[in-house]
């Protein structure tokens, strides 16, 4: 098990273990964290996924993948340089103690 | 395993008139359907049509046998899977962001709403659902595709030709008539706006697939158009009229709704009551089990997302209207790489535009005879008819 940290928009911290290769996005939704809708099941098609990674753990969690600028710019929160969508983050293990940080609405 | 059991008795007309006792006993005793008169697989379970959509590489959208192409007179990118699908849908989708709609589009929708609203007559009952519903939605993506002054008869006119000639699936030749024509129509309409967009880039979707920087070929640029045009009024309009009707027979949940200001939780429970789309196809590429049921490759799958939205093992009481669910999580926008494109739109126009302001402006509005709305539809649903007495 991987565990994650949410914190939402209002400094609610919710942390939750997540399956080992799962994503961040699923895990949220597994564990019923709000502030991650992820209407599209991780297909990148919807932008209601993102997340602010933690400063701390941006080195690990590596660059977008593919497709993903195009599509953050389709979220509803301002994109930083922190933002990701969620569900292309792979919960590896050395992700353990994961932080992110969710906008205030994903719609 | 074997095969799903099948379902001889369930027709088209019963299906399209009221399909929820339908689907709710499917739910209880037959999960996994064939229905002859249909000819497709139902799946009537949540996990199991968001299981479907989500994996696009066992169940594929690429279906040859459909009437969409000769409809569209293209094969569309509702019809593709893969990267050839994700090109043709992201040249468009940054005209139907938040931040564009909100930034360029917002002030205008709210000028085309208060135009509608303004010409309703107060104290009379009107059909708002002819008078307001259908034309604003018509108007509304008029300016988001950049169509220049196509009117609102007009672009509901090819909206309902263009789904008319991809529902036929009898294919008589005379919908295809109609919609050739229809699509000669749109053609030219298109052509006629080409130098305006080049000259004078916008936020329209036909000025950012036409000045991208790879763009996508022209005869695709307007395959996205007619899609948008079949699949950008109806649901809008449904979804709004579905809104109105839900609130107006639920008093107590509307003074709530107006005492929060909660318009954007009425608009995800309204369109998880009754979807707009009820019902979408997929092929099956490869021999699975749904459900511990054999589905054999070549098999055609129909996710009932009206069905999985009232799924008993997702929602309480998923039969009634209820605004104030702690949770709402329903397919009403579908799952994976097909997720409604005009997600954002429809949530922004219809959510936080057009329903609100037309509680404001009527705050006393009620609606004489509910018996009197009739609802229609099996793939595509909502009422038909509108009475409202404005107050």
Redesign the interface.
Known sequence: MVKVTYIAADGTTTTVEGEAFSNVMQTALDN?VAGIVG?????M???TCHCYVDEAWQGKTGARND?ED??L????GEVKPNSRLSCQITLTPDLDGLVVHLPEAQ? | MPLAPVNDSVGIDALTLDPYPIYRQMRATTPVVRVTSVGRTFLTKAAYTKMVKDDPETFSSDDPNTPMKPAFQAHTLMRKDGAEHRRERMAMQMAYTPKVIKQNWADIYRELTDRYLDSLPRGETVDLFGALCGPVAADILTQILGLGDADADTMQRWSQQLIDGAGNFGWRPEPFAVSDRANAEMNAHFDSLIDYHKANPNASAFAIMLNAKDPIPKSQIYANLKIAIGGGINEPRDALATLIYGLLTNPDQLEEVKRQEAWGQTFEEGVRWVAPIQASSRLVKEDCQIGGFDIPKGDTVMTIQASANRDEDVFENGEDFVVFRDKNPHQAFGSGPHHCAGAHVARRTVGEIMLPALFERFPHMTMPDPQAVKWRGFGFRGPINLPVTLN
């Open positions: 019923d209407e599209c099941g991780g297909s098609m919807c932008a497709g195009d599509m710019d389709c979220a509803a719609y």
